[in-house]
């Protein structure tokens, strides 16, 4: 058995541990509830958009339809990995990273598959193993429409001039605090939605459908874009804090083990002692 300075070292080193868990949990909750509002503010909108733009887009004929949902045969795929700058999250990044890796080795085997990253997670384990296009961590630095909008015109640069068929963005969506869901959506070429998806519509364009939809597309898809960041964000914080709560209870049950070792220990040493004084005493008297 750990002698009782070694125990009261573990137990002041794990009270200061839970400290921090528990002070990083309350840091998470706090920037959680603002990223929430944030991401449920602007879901109905994106949702909207991108339903308009894909009705807009299905009912374009071939010649009129859009570059931007130019479907071509796919040999080169640039996937946009969405992780966080910093760990203690949980699974967060390590889910996104499986599903990327499951992404290059299964769903598009054979072909080129290249990434950008969007948090240095994921640019510290892509790097290693494959090419990083560009990494754009520091936007959560900063984290503004108008920053996430220089990196939609770089995916929509890249696909317009050939350099890739198809491009997905992989990042976890924000259900609640203790739940993310890992999800996969193309960014490009864009979807058009099916038949029946949509409800059909007499309307009057005006200068034409084709224009209207060449301007909204750009916008369409940097609040996609911007909608993902955000989505990605508030996954952060919620799995942060629940890691961090669970962290904090695993450090207050390990602490009372410690304690409970602690006084038993304490007590075992005073027993022996007693033992050692009346042992001697009787050696004394006899």
Same mark, same amino acid.
């Given at each position: =058995?750990?002698? /009782?300075?070694?125990?009261?070292?573990? !137990?002041?080193?794990?009270?200061? *541990? =839970?400290?921090? &868990?528990?002070?990083?949990?309350? @840091?998470?909750?706090?920037?959680?509830?603002?990223?929430?509002?944030?991401?449920?503010?602007?879901?109905?909108?994106?949702?909207?958009?991108?339903?308009? /733009?894909?009705?807009?887009?299905?009912?374009?004929?071939?010649?009129?339809?859009?570059?931007?949902?130019?479907?071509?045969? @796919?040999?080169?795929?640039?996937?946009?990995?969405?992780?966080?700058?910093?760990?203690?999250?949980?699974?967060?990044?390590?889910?996104?990273?499986?599903?990327?890796?499951?992404?290059?080795?299964? &769903?598009?085997?054979?072909?080129?598959? #290249?990434?950008?990253?969007?948090?240095?997670?994921? %640019?510290?384990?892509?790097?290693?193993?494959? &090419?990083?296009?560009?990494?754009?961590?520091?936007?959560?630095?900063?984290?503004?429409?108008?920053?996430?909008?220089?990196?939609?015109?770089?995916?929509?640069?890249?696909? @317009?001039?050939?350099?890739?068929?198809?491009?997905?963005?992989?990042?976890?969506?924000?259900?609640?605090?203790? *739940?993310?869901?890992?999800?996969?959506?193309?960014?490009?070429?864009?979807?058009?939605?099916?038949? +029946?998806? *949509?409800?059909?519509?007499?309307?009057?364009?005006?200068?034409? $459908?084709?224009? !209207?939809?060449?301007?909204?597309?750009?916008?369409?898809?940097?609040?996609?874009?911007? $909608?993902? @960041?955000?989505?990605?964000?508030?996954?952060?914080?919620?799995?942060?804090?629940?890691?961090?709560?669970?962290?904090?209870? %695993?450090?207050?049950? /390990?602490? #009372?083990?410690?304690?409970?070792?602690?006084?038993?220990?304490?007590?075992?040493?005073? *027993?022996?002692?007693?033992?050692? !004084?009346? +042992?001697?005493?009787?050696? /004394?008297?006899?």
């Amino acid at each position: =058995m750990a002698n /009782l300075k070694e125990i009261r070292n573990r !137990i002041s080193s794990v009270s200061s *541990t =839970m400290q921090i &868990t528990s002070a990083m949990k309350m @840091v998470s909750a706090a920037k959680l509830k603002k990223a929430q509002d944030a991401i449920t503010a602007m879901r109905p909108y994106s949702d909207k958009l991108t339903e308009l /733009l894909q009705s807009l887009s299905a009912s374009l004929d071939g010649d009129s339809g859009s570059k931007y949902a130019d479907n071509r045969e @796919v040999k080169k795929v640039l996937i946009v990995a969405i992780t966080s700058n910093r760990g203690l999250a949980g699974a967060f990044n390590s889910n996104i990273l499986k599903q990327v890796t499951l992404l290059a080795n299964e &769903t598009y085997t054979g072909k080129q598959v #290249d990434y950008i990253a969007l948090g240095k997670k994921a %640019n510290d384990f892509l790097s290693k193993k494959s &090419t990083v296009v560009s990494n754009h961590s520091p936007v959560f630095d900063d984290l503004t429409f108008e920053n996430v909008s220089i990196i939609a015109e770089e995916l929509m640069e890249l696909f @317009v001039e050939g350099k890739y068929d198809k491009i997905d963005i992989v990042y976890n969506k924000f259900k609640n605090a203790a *739940t993310q869901l890992v999800i996969t959506e193309q960014f490009l070429p864009i979807v058009p939605a099916e038949e +029946g998806e *949509t409800a059909a519509a007499d309307y009057k364009f005006e200068p034409s $459908k084709a224009e !209207i939809v060449e301007q909204l597309i750009p916008k369409s898809l940097k609040t996609q874009l911007y $909608k993902a @960041v955000r989505d990605s964000f508030a996954s952060e914080h919620g799995a942060r804090m629940t890691a961090m709560h669970k962290a904090t209870d %695993n450090a207050k049950e /390990l602490r #009372d083990q410690l304690k409970l070792t602690y006084n038993k220990a304490r007590q075992a040493a005073i *027993t022996n002692e007693i033992l050692e !004084i009346v +042992g001697g005493a009787e050696a /004394l008297n006899g």
